[in-house]
């Protein structure tokens, strides 16, 4: 019995520490919300048509646990891999109507911010809406 009791708290330790492992592997380490290429964007009206979200590629990108977007694109974010400072989306991405399987790969300077294709993404204090796709 007493055996059984030991191995009984080893099994339960063992999947509690399993699973906390596969939840912070699976984290984004990003806060969410609206991100900018430019800091000073963040305090323009994003759904102004003579804008930088209509005038320039992907200047806002909105991130959400489960979902990336900018402009017309949204992305189901599917996976997600760190690997220090490095965090790459497995994404099912759709523009204008095609969805296909992309990998973005990000490189996470703070919290805050993050670099995607060699341009850094600035969190906005305050949630943009998407004007393109109303969210």
């Known amino acids: 019995m007493r055996f059984e009791s030991r191995l009984l708290i080893a099994s339960v330790t063992a999947f509690f ?3 906390s492992a596969a939840v912070a592997q699976e984290e ?10 430019n800091k ?4 323009l009206d994003r759904a102004d048509p003579k804008g930088p979200d209509f005038t320039d590629k992907r200047a806002f990108i909105n991130l959400t646990q489960n979902e990336i977007n900018w402009n017309n694109s949204v992305g189901q974010i599917t996976n997600i891999g760190i690997d220090g400072n490095k965090v790459t989306l497995a994404v099912q991405l759709t523009t204008d109507g095609q969805t296909k399987a992309v990998t973005l790969p990000l490189i996470r300077k703070t919290k805050k911010i ?19 796709l109303g969210r």
């Open 17 to 19: 520490i399993t699973t």
């Open 28 to 37: 984004l380490p990003l806060e969410f919300g609206t991100y900018a290429q």
């Open 40 to 43: 000073d964007w963040c305090k």
């Open 114 to 132: 993050f670099v995607l294709g060699g341009i850094n993404f600035f969190r906005c204090t305050g949630y943009m809406p998407n004007p393109r």
